[in-house]
């Protein structure tokens, strides 16, 4: 055998994670008795049910009793609601809980330790899904695919692709001009790569997908957390951006970019995005423009409720500030047009904002009826999911309590139906929660 042969076999093991199991085992079955469902998309609970889930898909669900032959664990759900795994549709597991300076300044590995945590604990919350918008993930999914550690599905975007002075743009300004062939420290470490014309961003896109990006980030306006751009700017270009939109569909998927304003927003769909990330500062004609194209809007509840990580008075706090502002008009509009609007966090540089992913649910209330709030974590939410298509690395309906769907459920203490403010206690209300048909939590 050729080297290069045995790298190809070798290589191909690798990446897959090994060799393909010989002996398959017996399913598991976990019988769910007396709980009451929602199922993802309704308004109300169902009476008192049934649920059997076999191995990692939930097989069958009934009123009345579910005979299973062989072997069974019984769960007695006391009456308790029985709801989808939720889904963050904005996350960035390795940037979530270290402070900004500290990723800037530390090897790349304690980020990944961070960020091993931040996993775990964001499956704990109840989040069984998430939609990883930028960073070098592509370990930490491995990792919690394989078992080695606990975490949510991950769909990564692997690196946020910006042009210079954009928004992953996080060089220092002695480190600019950048010289050629040199790559920064973010580059090195495939958390964002910067890239400046149409041939730069579609190899970067290439490389992403070839290392497992489920749908592809780029940076099409000014952001907060940046240092060089003020928040009313535009990224990158029409052809720019439609390098990466022609990449990742040949690769059966879609670009979602960071934007908050009209211009930036409309520049993006003009090149063929499928979704906008933010958006807090549109205006009507955009929303408007949006609903026409089905462009999905993923929209974070962003209010000025805790301590910013930002100094008062400093350029960021001030594009911060600015940003809110136009929160409770966007998701007015997102409904007022009927926009397929997608729910999520976007919990960077503080443990305490990663810990308040549930609270951040509980603030959609806001604006959304509780039965709405629900729906789009889970089902909605699975919805854009399933925009990347062929790359989906989980395979099945996600979001809903159904037979045939994967099995990730959570058993809620009460209804959160009619009291939302339940999800923002993850630790004392979901009792129980799984992930792919395994239970990581059961306090009952
Ligand atoms: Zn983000």
Redesign the pocket.
Known sequence: MSLRLFCGVLCGALLTGGPAQAAEPAKSAILFENVRIFDGKGSSLSAPSSVLVEGNLISRISQGPIQVEGEVQRIDGQGKTLMPGLIDA?T?LMFATLPQIALLTNDITFATVAATRAANDMLMRGFTSARD??GPVFGLKKGIDMGIIQGPRIWPAGAMISQSGGHGDFRLPNELPALAGQYSFGERTNAAMIADSPDAVRQRTREQLALGATQIKLMAGGGVASSYDPIDVTQYTVPEIRAAVEAADNWGTYVTV?AYTPKAVRQAIEAGVKCI?HGQMLDEATARLMAEKGVWWSLQPFTDDRKSPFPEGSANRLKQLEMYKGTDQAFALARQYGIKTAFGT?A?FSAEAAASQGTMLARMGTWYTPAEVLKMATHDNAELLALSGPRNPYPGRLGVVEAGALADLLLVRGDPLQDLALVADPANNFQLIMKDGKIYKNSL
Do not use: E, K, Q
Request: net charge negative; hydrophobic share 25%.
């Open positions: 904005h960035h918008l930028g960071h990330d976007d960077l």
